[in-house]
């Protein structure tokens, strides 16, 4: 990701809409553990408002190779977070949940795989591991080259990869159909009409906007938890359960 990246993200994180929808799923997915004493490790956890989220229900740690991010973390007054590589990590406890959001798709990451390997062995028996990742190569834009996007995901083969590794999926759907639609009709538009300038989606919206986008995905978040998936979206969501093999 681009350094200035960091700095606009820390500033839009609390309210733009995209965060609060995501950040408001997966708070509802941990909530389901009905427990207050987690210990829950963020991978690649950027600027810590996900983190801070998080703080009500155990003890959070992060981390992050970026020091842009682990400075702007610290400024939220967090204090378990660590400069360090994913590609390099080594899990030295075991927690209940781990939440990596917006990660592997990355440029910097040589192997997820091996990253989901490590994940699986840092979880406790019945651990939890959030993810969302950034769907489908057809939306591959100008913020992919922003936030430095190496690969997209489809639902079945990631699916696969997980289970071959060991974990069972309790949720795997797809996110955000209508800014999946969005994105393609602009890039149709800017084929005719090419922009000179390169951005990220990460701008602050008009308030109405932002508004009508959070309702949206507040009942969008509901579908996913109650009723079932989506089809097609912008994001790939998953839920994986380590299950216990012993058994």
Same mark, same amino acid.
């Given at each position: 990701?681009?350094?200035?990246?960091?700095?606009?993200?820390?500033?839009?994180?609390?309210?733009?809409?995209?965060?609060?929808?995501?950040?408001?799923?997966?708070?509802?997915? #941990? *909530?389901?553990?009905?427990?207050?004493? !987690?210990?829950i490790f963020d991978a690649g956890c950027g600027t810590g408002r996900l983190m801070e989220l998080l703080d009500d229900f155990g003890t959070v740690s992060g981390i992050d190779y970026s020091e842009e991010a682990?400075?702007?973390?610290?400024?939220?007054?967090?204090?378990?977070?660590? *400069?360090?590589?994913?590609?390099?990590?080594?899990?030295?406890?075991?927690?209940?949940?781990?939440?990596?959001?917006? #990660?592997?798709?990355?440029?910097?990451?040589?192997?997820?795989?091996?990253? !989901?390997?490590?994940?699986?062995?840092?979880?406790?028996?019945?651990?939890?591991?959030?993810?969302?990742?950034?769907?489908?190569?057809?939306?591959?834009?100008?913020?992919?080259?922003?936030?430095?996007? *190496?690969?997209?995901?489809?639902?079945?083969?990631?699916?696969?990869?997980?289970?071959?590794?060991?974990?069972?999926?309790? *949720?795997?759907?797809?996110?955000?159909?209508?800014?999946?639609?969005?994105?393609?009709?602009?890039?149709? #538009?800017?084929?005719?009409?090419?922009?000179?300038?390169?951005?990220?989606?990460?701008?602050?919206?008009?308030?109405?906007?932002?508004?009508?986008?959070?309702l949206l995905g507040k009942i969008e978040n509901s579908f996913i938890l109650k009723i079932g998936g989506i089809p097609f979206g912008s994001s790939l969501f998953i839920v994986a359960k380590k299950c216990n093999?012993?058994?």
């Open positions: 990701m681009e350094k200035n990246e960091y700095k606009n993200m820390y500033h839009q994180e609390n309210n733009f809409w995209w965060y609060k929808t995501l950040h408001s799923l997966i708070i509802d997915v #941990v *909530k389901k553990k009905k427990d207050m004493n !987690l210990s682990v400075a702007f973390s610290e400024k939220r007054g967090l204090k378990r977070i660590t *400069k360090c590589d994913l590609n390099n990590w080594i899990p030295t406890e075991s927690y209940d949940i781990i939440t990596s959001i917006d #990660v592997l798709y990355h440029s910097a990451i040589t192997d997820d795989y091996a990253v !989901l390997q490590k994940f699986y062995g840092a979880l406790s028996n019945g651990g939890t591991l959030i993810l969302n990742l950034a769907a489908f190569n057809i939306l591959k834009r100008d913020h992919d080259i922003i936030v430095h996007t *190496k690969r997209r995901y489809r639902k079945k083969a990631f699916v696969k990869k997980l289970e071959t590794i060991g974990f069972c999926i309790e *949720k795997a759907t797809y996110r955000m159909p209508l800014l999946f639609l969005i994105i393609v009709v602009q890039k149709l #538009v800017y084929e005719v009409f090419p922009s000179k300038n390169i951005q990220s989606d990460v701008q602050e919206p008009p308030k109405w906007m932002n508004t009508m986008f959070w093999n012993e058994s």
